[in-house]
């Protein structure tokens, strides 16, 4: 087990160092690294492996329920401590307590239960609240019913008349109502949308789970990608790149010598003299070309200056055919029937070229290229002879290579082993199983909340109706077909939504200080601990007893227990993007530095410096690159009159403007003339004479056509003449001196200098072989720490995690309780102006004046005499109303709404007479209004008439 962790936490280390590369190169890009001075060789490495497209994603949408979120886990902050444990309990005692038996529980709770009471003494109060007042409010509502059911608490109204205040009462306390039920709503709209962003957000669990643990398997397997490109690719490309430069040490060395010393120019005059053959060769096809087309020329010439004339005497004899003048108005024989003018100025004889070929000949037969071969294979053998001081050494220093780079496969290998142990796969295949163990709970936990929300949306929609009917609403009507929409509607609705809060106040209280101790536990002990590990005791404890240990025994193994990890500071330090080369202080641990002892450790460095010492060449102060009588032959050469011949003469002409005229368009034309003369007696003798000159024309276009592939051919060899004479100069007598003076040149400087600048060019040429190692070395160094193994994707699947289990779960759990709790706290209150506002709105007379607050003049009962229990109204000086009266019209002895009073009233003067203040008013008053103060009997209106 200690074997497998060790591997773990060193994959850990080495593999994300090459995981996330902050700054790459798209994967068309190669990195060259081209070499200058001696070296030409270029070595292009192939680039990291880009990053794999990560799914995670760590924002958070809230969703507009922010504020909620905000408010309830700063009302958490305020109920709760700072660290989750009490000082006197540590994670191994609760560890060590849960692997227990019972009785270790048992004893652990006697004795820390003080301290954990103190610890969360918030919480406790906040619980103990809910259930008191789950007991004390459907308490209170039960007695509150009882004395309901009694006549008692405000039943029924004192008096159906409105006091002076009550209009007053009616609408503040309405408004006061209205403003709680508002508040209510915005709870009740936040315990909906809450309950569902819960089930949701669990919903989407798994799956964010699921790709933070397959982007997790991709880093790792982006992190072995780009080690090995790292160890193995990269090396392999450089490897290849050296043993090509050992192969070709000789060649580079002589060229580069060559390059100096101008020693390349016996190159140059050996590439002229080896193609002197085909220079020879050209000016035979010249020549040839030549005569053929000067014979050529003047037989055209001749054929159609015969032509002209025929021609024009046929058609003089049929001048006074039609077609025959049209033919002579569309050409002019004289001007159309004759070569184009370039071909007739051109001199096409050459004869120098005789001359030339003599010369040329002599120079071949002299053995001139042998002479100038030899001198070239003097610098030719520098390369075997280079390679020939190197050849015990260049094996050796391949070998060393081959066995740094067998070195760099292990551990890449070592790492792939490792790397390949840690199957994320597994754990994704475990993923399902969340789902499998917990939706079943989490869907009944969804449908209870929006049991509860529908509660509290039952009790609101009783407390708007009643507000609604309350406020907006007509007084009750005393007769039985009133409109039932009145006030007294909105005194049911209320009284209905004060029974509901006293009935589900117990399961609404109780349900909900579950939710918030859940709700509370979670958001303390994981989210807080997830979200900032670092300032969590908890995890701090867990830190130090578990995770440190094992870090730093792996970490610290090279190091001698120098550093020291905490899994809190690495995890924050990922948090920041930093390297994990820079978060695990792996230059103490793990020094790449160290790559740059290449040279000591594999002992490469020991023969690459002995190649200096290898490669003498004293030889070269009697190297001759071309001697006397070669000069001389070259300087012949160089005096040949092919340098002053000139063939442009020949590369300009146009092979398809022979003739002036298209002579295949011409005979067609002549053809035809030749048919339309033939239809006529008099002309028909000319026709055999136009068919004869179409005949000889088509003769002369053969010779055109022959002109043509000849002038091409011409122009073809003119081109590889001037190609294998001039050698990039105006001439061949340039070339040669150009050339002949740099050989010379090159010869007395090999003498005087070539020793000891063979000696340098070594030097160079091992330094910049050391070179392409180092930049490979520090390629390594800096991707590892400057370009690779950024933790941001690590930090981003991590908080992604924690965005789906805390803020898309834990807060919108939070906010749930936190909605149904402010919404029953609000019901408080609410029950309180329902109770008032219930009376008020069953009065159903307005104010009549001090008339009805006056106190009936009558002698009390004996206290013994009064009933007990529930009685009507217990004014026996102003008729009942009630809301079961019939209609005017269905009263007086119509069935069982028969009213015992005198059924004459009528609607005014059949009111109980009232009582004025103003004596003065009493001339208008009607006749039922007596001036005295009650008590009096009214015995009803008179009738008029009587007195």
């Known amino acids: 087990m200690m074997h497998f962790d060790r591997r773990l936490v060193f994959v850990f280390v080495c593999g994300l160092c090459a995981a996330e590369p902050i700054s790459t190169m798209t994967p068309d890009e190669a990195t060259a690294l081209t070499v200058e001075g001696v070296l030409e060789h270029v070595v292009i490495y192939e680039p990291l492996p880009p990053a794999p497209e990560y799914k995670s994603d760590d924002s958070f949408d809230p969703r507009g329920m922010e504020h909620v979120y905000l408010l309830v886990n700063t009302f958490l902050d305020l109920i709760q401590r700072k660290n989750v444990l009490p000082k006197s309990i540590n994670t191994s005692l609760i560890a060590k307590t849960i692997s227990g038996n019972p009785e270790d529980a048992i004893s652990f709770l006697t004795t820390h239960w003080q301290d954990i009471l103190l610890q969360y003494i918030g919480v406790l109060t906040a619980a ?37 205040s009550d209009a007053c009462k009616r609408v503040s306390l309405g408004i006061l109502l209205s403003g709680f039920v508002i508040a209510v709503v915005f709870g009740t709209v936040s315990a909906f949308v809450t309950n569902h962003y819960t089930y949701s957000g669990w919903n989407g669990v798994s799956k964010k789970i699921d790709a933070s643990l397959e982007d997790a398997g991709g880093y790792f397997q982006h992190t072995g990608e780009s080690i090995e490109v790292l160890l193995v690719t990269n090396f392999a490309e450089m490897e290849e790149v050296i043993g090509d430069i050992l192969d070709d040490s000789g060649p580079i060395l002589k060229k580069k010598l060559a390059d100096i010393t101008e020693a390349i120019a016996i190159d140059d005059l050996t590439s002229i003299v080896s193609g002197l053959g085909k220079v020879k060769k050209n000016l035979i096809s010249i020549l040839s070309d030549t005569r053929t087309l000067d014979d050529k020329v003047n037989q055209l010439r001749d054929g159609l200056s015969r032509s002209q004339k025929d021609l024009t005497s046929a058609l003089q004899e049929c001048n006074s055919n039609t077609a025959c003048a049209n033919f002579l108005q569309e050409f002019d024989l004289d001007k159309d029937l004759a070569m184009a003018e370039d071909f007739i100025k051109i001199e096409f004889k050459m004869p120098e070229v005789t001359g030339i070929l003599s010369d040329i000949s002599e120079l071949i037969e002299s053995d001139i290229e042998e002479k100038v071969k030899n001198g070239k294979a003097k610098m030719d053998n520098l390369e075997g002879e280079i390679e020939g001081s190197i050849e015990d050494i260049k094996p050796k220093v391949k070998s060393e290579i081959r066995a740094m780079g067998l070195q760099l496969e292990k551990q890449n290998n070592a790492i792939q082993s490792a790397l390949r142990e840690i199957d994320v796969a597994v754990l994704q295949k475990d993923v399902p199983q969340i789902d499998d163990h917990t939706l079943v709970y989490v869907k009944y936990r969804y449908y209870v909340g929006l049991g509860m929300a529908s509660l509290i949306l039952l009790i609101l929609f009783c407390f708007v109706m009643g507000l609604f009917y309350g406020m907006c609403g007509r007084r009750p009507g005393g007769l039985y077909g009133d409109d039932c929409c009145n006030r ?7 009284a209905t939504a004060v029974y509901f809060t006293f009935l589900f106040s117990f399961v609404l209280l109780v349900l909900t200080t579950g939710h918030f101790v859940l709700g509370a536990a979670v958001e303390k002990v994981i989210c807080e601990t997830l979200k900032s590990p670092e300032k969590s005791d908890v995890f701090g404890q867990f830190d130090r007893q578990y995770l440190q240990p094992r870090l730093n025994e792996v970490l610290n193994e090279a190091s001698n227990g ?75 050469l160089a005096k040949s009159k092919i340098s002053d011949m000139d063939f442009s003469k020949f590369t300009t002409l146009l092979e398809n403007e022979i003739t002036k005229i298209d002579l295949d368009n011409f005979i067609d034309r ?12 008099s002309t028909r003798s000319i026709a055999p004479k136009l068919e004869n000159e179409a005949l000889w024309l088509g003769t002369m276009n053969k010779v055109v056509e022959e002109m043509k592939s000849t002038v091409r051919h011409l122009k073809k060899t003119v081109a590889e003449l001037e190609e294998n004479s001039k050698f990039n100069h105006t001439s061949m007598r340039e070339a040669i001196n150009s050339l002949l003076s740099q050989a010379n040149r090159a010869t007395e400087m090999i003498q005087k200098d070539g020793p000891e600048l063979i000696s340098s060019l070594t030097d160079q040429y091992v330094t910049e072989t050391v070179e392409i190692i180092d930049e490979y070395v520090d390629r390594v160094i800096d991707s590892i720490r400057y370009e690779v193994g950024f933790c941001a994707p690590l930090s981003t699947s991590y908080n992604a995690t924690v965005v789906a289990i805390c803020h898309e779960v834990v807060d919108p759990f939070n906010g749930f309780w936190a909605s149904i709790g402010w919404c029953f706290l609000l019901y408080i209150p609410c029950i309180a102006l329902s109770l008032s506002l219930i009376s008020l709105y069953r009065k159903c007379e307005p104010y009549p004046g001090p008339l009805v607050e006056t106190q009936p003049l009558h002698t009390e009962p004996d206290k013994k005499s009064r009933r007990k229990g529930h009685t009507r109204n217990a004014s026996g000086y102003l008729p009942e109303y009630t809301h079961a009266r019939p209609p005017p019209q269905m009263q007086g002895g119509q069935g069982r709404f028969r009213d015992i009073a005198p059924s004459n009233w009528d609607r005014e003067s059949s009111q109980p007479p009232r009582y004025t203040s103003n004596p003065t008013l009493t001339q208008n008053a009607p006749a039922g209004e007596y001036e005295r103060p009650p008590p009096y009997y009214y015995p009803g209106p008179q009738p008029s008439g009587s007195k």
Not at 488 to 494: C, P, Q, S, V
Request: net charge positive.
């Open 128 to 164: 103990i609240f809910g259930l008191l007042l789950a007991i004390i409010i459907p308490t209170i509502g039960f007695f509150f019913c009882c004395c309901r059911c009694a006549g008692k608490c405000g039943a029924y109204p004192e008096t159906h008349y409105d006091k002076k």
């Open 488 to 494: 007294g509607t909105g005194a049911n609705f209320l």
């Open 562 to 636: 120098k550093n020291r990890y905490s899994a809190a500071g690495l995890i924050e330090k990922c948090h920041a993007n930093e390297t994990i080369y820079s978060i695990l202080k792996l230059d103490k641990i793990y020094n790449i530095s160290k790559l740059t002892d290449w040279r000591t450790n594999y002992g490469i460095g020991e023969y690459i410096e002995n190649l200096k010492n290898k490669i003498q060449l004293e030889q070269l102060s009697r190297i001759t690159l071309l001697s006397p009588e070669t000069s001389k032959d070259l300087e012949e």
């Open 670 to 681: 002549l053809k035809v003339l030749k048919d339309q003369v033939y239809r006529f007696d």
